[in-house]
């Protein structure tokens, strides 16, 4: 793999973009506090902060769908009124979010060209599709214009956005959480693709967690708290610690180590286990306290061995075996009564109800033990139990009926682990489950990770962050193409040679 | 791992294979069609008779009227249940005007009946995209609504076919041209024409593509700048506008209105959408196949009546279990398709992460 440079270049001139003394609250809760923001052509900005530092709520405001109460946003130096998504974009202002937002039953050239197709009424397929491949080249991305958006890749889906902003004479290109969900490779591509766009003179803003990607690609960096400007300093001058200080405005200590600890009997065995097209021949041992970690690329088939292990799509062959019983596990509710229990990685679509209040997600999964006489719901017990872990896991939250689709995503997260956690389980699987959330959210989650390791629980880690998965593992089981690579314990538990084995180099 | 600049030129993949999921569905829905013609051919004597197969198109041309404008309302991922209701108002003015005037002319006619559907589709569309009211309750309102207004006005008065104008009692005779010893009836060529230019336009014009774009994901189109009012307020007026024209129709066909007509049209124009694969979901789904949904529908109702041995009262829940059927098989097989070219996607996208 080729490095490339991403060589500062010192911000010249007026900038295309300013936001001046933006705020904006919510009912009680003031998301932003006059902030302010330049954005010059050709820089790649980073705005880092934890949740609810109120980087979501800018990038609304620059996108059109919030408007400020005071404050207001310039263009060339003139302020402009953002009312609608469209009209940002027609000024120029792209945005592409963390799940892409494409139009899954369309083609992708349709999703490039939805909203400007252009003169007339007829649409021109052949051209469009021409136009859409052009653009696709550009960007070193070897996708059919006339696929089918859902039948692409997190990562494609993704270039098809970038193409979109493209196609539109993109001048301010916003990315929150790009790399998210994207491979070690697909990162690197798109870093190539941002590098380009700024050489042509757009300016980009990046909203990242992963610090070292923000490092990598920013030239200057600007820090927000609690809704207030903290920092706004050139890349070459930021330092790790000074940046998390900054952030969280206390010194974090070094990330989260986990003290590992002899482990007990084996709590979990898998032998064998198959599914044609995703996996084959995984076997392994789980030991109550222990943290078995899962390394590998985006798409090694390691949510998919999860699923089966959960029953949520059924293993050809191989055995699963708990306490030393051979399970058939077909659905979750099984996998349940077993003790497993998924913490899964799509939290929006899989985890949490959105809707529904933080209690009411806590406690589903186990709710029989809340039915009362009558078949009634008892709420008070049920309102008990969410508050424990409302304390234990530090939900940030007004109240417990506070419908869990407006907590931050670290707050999701922290509701998703109650409601596995609140059924006891003696194997729990995570999965990414620190994936878009900020750092003391994480923080938050390493710890309870170690805290259930040594309460006997045998804890499985799957993970694209491999600091993380290094810190917290006993052991490291990496996995490619659906194969298993090895398990790394001890001395050979090391960056390089569980990357090597991911990407199969010898 | 190979270099991406060697990427060739241009795309030369086709994923656009024999399997794609819409093709299927519609080669499907053809041999579903003439199997079943073959099988009742097999068991009724004279199936094909002439008169049968023209009082079968003509069945056919209004309730593929009606499932065309439903498919405009189901792609924006919205639902009409009043299409019966709006069949019904726009049938008994239009016939009651023509009986008190016989001496107007049929394309006036046919806008009073097309201009009182979409004042009613307008209405609905009015109800969602500016009230905000789900589509299932704002339509399951108008259809009582708009039936009860027609029933007061009516007062039970029936039209019958003697104070008609000639010229519409003949209508359902009429025909284009001969094909063989069938004729081909002026009603369903036309229903034919306008279903082949409506769906070409679904996939030509910028309007169709919008209807897509909002029912596949309403928040991208809204980012994208599509006027989401605009375009659901479209779909509703010209879902009533196709429910005007079948009231049309339906006057031909009968010939005797009473303040029933239409009702329980909404279930057959569902269920020939749903069965020609238009998806409840919103977003994908097309005009003929939609069309060849009532097809399907039209073939079997019209086709159990000759068959002694079922019972009439069978005909209803047979087709109620054949929505069961096309939903069943669109979702599994339609999944494993999808999974099928995802799989390729992830695969191709692996090799070049890999070489």
């Not at chain 2, 020939?272 to 005009?287: C, E």
Request: with cysteine; glycine share 10%.
């Amino acid at each position: 793999m080729s490095e490339t440079e991403f060589g500062p270049a010192p911000p010249t001139g007026a900038p295309i973009l300013s936001v001046i003394d933006v705020s904006k609250s919510f009912g009680s809760t003031h998301a932003l506090r006059g902030v302010a923001l330049d954005l010059h052509a050709g820089e790649v900005h980073s705005l880092v902060g934890e949740n609810g530092a109120g980087k979501s709520t800018l990038i609304k405001v620059m996108t059109g769908l919030y408007r400020p109460d005071a404050g207001h946003v310039a263009l060339d130096g003139h302020a402009v009124e953002l009312r609608t998504p469209a009209i940002a974009q027609s000024l120029g202002i792209a945005c592409i979010y963390q799940e892409p937002l494409v139009f899954p039953d369309l083609s992708v050239s349709e999703n490039i060209f939805m909203g400007h197709t252009g003169r007339g009424r007829l649409v021109h397929w052949r051209d469009m599709d021409e136009r859409a491949g052009e653009i696709l080249r550009q960007l070193e991305v070897d996708i059919d214009p006339r696929a089918v958006a859902s039948q692409l890749t997190v990562a494609g889906q993704q270039a098809v956005e970038i193409a979109k902003a493209m196609s539109r004479d993109v001048r301010v290109l916003i990315m929150d959480e790009p790399t998210a969900a994207l491979s070690a490779h697909e990162v690197r591509r798109l870093f190539r693709q941002v590098a380009r766009l700024a050489e042509s003179g757009v300016a980009v803003l990046f909203v990242s967690h992963r610090l070292d990607e923000v490092f990598e690609i920013s030239d200057r960096i600007t820090v927000f708290r609690d809704g207030q400007h903290i920092s706004t300093k050139p890349a070459a001058e930021v330092t790790e610690v000074s940046l998390i200080r900054d952030m969280v405005g206390r010194e974090l200590s070094d990330f989260f180590r986990r003290v590992p600890h002899e482990p007990g009997e084996v709590a979990l065995s898998v032998e064998g286990l198959s599914r044609a097209g995703a996996f084959e021949n995984i076997s392994f041992d789980v030991r109550r306290g222990e943290v078995l970690g899962f390394a590998g690329l985006v798409g090694s088939g390691r949510t998919e061995v999860a699923e089966a292990l959960f029953g949520v799509r059924r293993a050809d062959s191989g055995t699963i075996r708990t306490d030393g019983e051979v399970l058939q596990i077909s659905s979750p509710r099984e996998a349940m009564e077993h003790g497993i229990a998924y913490v899964s990685e799509d939290r929006r679509r899989l985890g949490l109800s959105l809707p529904q209040s933080v209690a009411a997600n806590i406690t589903l999964p186990g709710l029989r033990r809340f039915v009362s006489r009558w078949w009634l719901i008892d709420r008070n017990a049920e309102r008990r139990a969410a508050e424990v872990y409302r304390e234990r896991l530090q939900i940030r939250t007004t109240s417990l009926s506070t419908p869990v689709g407006v907590l931050s995503g670290g707050n999701q997260q922290k509701v998703m682990l109650a409601k596995w956690l609140d059924l006891k389980p003696s194997v729990l699987i995570f999965d990414e489950p620190t994936r878009g959330i900020d750092v003391g959210a994480k923080a938050d989650v390493h710890e309870l990770i170690g805290e259930l390791a040594e309460g006997g629980v045998a804890v499985i880690l799957i993970s694209s962050d491999l600091p993380e998965v290094l810190a917290m593992s006993d052991r490291v089981l990496v996995m490619r193409e659906g194969r298993q690579m090895g398990i790394f314990a001890d001395a050979d538990l090391d960056q390089e040679r569980i990357m090597m084995a991911a990407v199969g180099v010898e | 791992m190979i270099a991406e600049q060697d990427l060739p030129a241009a795309p030369s993949r086709s994923r656009r294979s024999l399997l794609e999921p819409e093709r299927v569905k519609g080669l499907t829905l053809v041999a579903v069609v003439l199997a079943t013609v073959f099988i009742f051919s097999v068991v009724v004597d004279d199936y094909l008779s002439a008169r049968f197969v023209s009082r079968l198109l003509i069945a056919i041309s209004i309730t593929a009227l009606v499932a065309a404008g439903e498919t405009l309302v189901i792609i924006t991922r919205n639902i009409d249940l009043s299409v019966g209701s709006m069949v019904g108002v726009a049938a008994y003015l239009t016939a009651e005007m023509l009986a008190e005037n016989q001496g107007l002319s049929a394309p006036i006619a046919v806008l009073v009946a097309v201009g009182i559907g979409t004042a009613l589709g307008l209405v609905n569309g009015v109800l969602v995209a500016v009230a905000r009211l789900p589509s299932i309750i704002a339509t399951l309102g108008t259809l009582s609504i708009y039936r009860s207004l027609l029933t007061n006005h009516a007062g039970g008065k029936t039209i019958s076919t003697g104070s008609l104008p000639a010229w519409l009692i003949d209508l359902p005779r009429s025909t284009l041209f001969r094909l063989g010893r069938y004729d081909v009836r002026t009603m369903f060529a036309v229903t034919l024409g306008i279903a082949v230019v409506l769906h070409l336009a679904l996939q030509y014009t910028r309007g169709g593509r919008h209807l897509y774009a909002l029912g596949s994901n309403p928040e991208a189109a809204r980012q994208a700048g599509l006027n989401e009012r605009r375009i659901q307020i479209t779909a509703f007026a010209g879902c009533g506008a196709l429910a005007g024209l079948a009231g049309f129709l339906y006057v031909g066909r009968f010939g005797t209105i009473n303040v029933t007509a239409g009702s329980g049209l909404e279930l057959a124009a569902i269920a020939a959408a749903v069965v020609g694969g238009v998806s409840t979901l919103g977003g994908s789904g097309t005009i003929m196949g939609a069309f060849l949904g009532a097809v399907l529908i039209g073939v079997l109702d019209q086709s159990l009546v000759r068959v002694e041995q079922i019972s009439e009262f069978w005909r209803d829940a047979i087709l109620g279990a054949l929505i069961f059927i096309a939903v069943f098989l669109d979702v599994t097989v339609g999944r494993r398709l999808k999974e099928r070219a995802r799989r390729r996607a992830i695969d191709e996208a692996r090799e070049v992460e890999h070489g």
